[in-house]
């Protein structure tokens, strides 16, 4: 988004961890970056350090686009006096009705942008009023195919030239859906000799899936590659990719 708004002559400045892999990609796309030395959920030294930086400049919208971002915007938003505040969600879970998250998604903000008809209604169903959210759907650049991917990727993975390989990208999250991924194994196991599956991503529940896929016998089906950049390159290297 960084990169498109750019191209469109817009000034867009980003604002995230230091030390965090958003960083290192957009150092090298010629967007301005302003680091904060912390980014989380409710953390006063990433709301001052925000504050400090919307001060220290002319901008024309906070744009936030993660739950611990909301929360700093929103703080430092409030701390500045500066608006208008808008928030993107790319999850469709419902938010609780605590009066923190009333107070997240009141009138703090002032514009909710959804990527899907289904999100949409899950910011509704948070506190937004339907005329306060905008359907924007979630667009992406399609990766181009790798030359020599697989030979490469089969050799890394320790893979046999018969494998017929899955590859799944997506944080290992409850909402991404590998539960059901390892279900699916468990039945065309059977079918497909050869069969394994390379989980692209990382998160809390990686130990626990891993605990999942071996109760559920498929263990040595499943590879867990952690979290990659090279996702065009593993892609390129799949006999299919699935989104569970």
Request: charged share 25%; net charge positive; hydrophobic share 40%.
């Amino acid at each position: 988004l960084c990169e498109g708004l750019a191209g469109k002559g817009h000034r867009v400045t980003l604002v995230c961890h230091r030390d965090g892999i958003l960083r290192q990609r957009v150092n090298s796309s010629g967007i301005r970056v302003l680091p904060l030395p912390s980014f989380g959920e409710i953390d006063l030294r990433g709301v001052f350090g925000l504050a400090r930086i919307i001060r220290g400049d002319s901008f024309d919208l906070m744009h936030m686009h993660s739950s611990r971002a909301h929360t700093m915007g929103v703080a430092a938003g409030m701390l500045t006096r500066f608006r208008p505040r808008v928030v993107s969600r790319r999850s469709n879970h419902s938010q609780r009705r605590d009066p923190f998250n009333r107070w997240k998604y009141g009138r703090v903000i002032d514009k909710g942008v959804a990527i899907s008809r289904a999100v949409r209604k899950s910011l509704i169903d948070s506190g937004f009023s339907p005329e306060d959210v905008d359907l924007v759907p979630s667009g992406i650049v399609p990766p181009e195919r790798v030359d020599g991917a697989r030979d490469s990727v089969f050799q890394e993975f320790g893979l046999a030239p018969e494998t017929r390989l899955v590859v799944c990208v997506a944080n290992l999250v409850q909402i991404k859906g590998h539960r059901t991924l390892i279900r699916a194994v468990q039945q065309l196991g059977k079918e497909w000799t050869g069969l394994r599956v390379l989980l692209a991503g990382d998160g809390p529940l990686r130990r626990e899936l891993a605990a999942v896929s071996r109760a559920a016998g498929v263990e040595q089906q499943f590879i867990f590659s952690g979290f990659r950049t090279d996702i065009a390159r593993l892609l390129s290297a799949g006999h299919m990719a699935v989104c569970p």
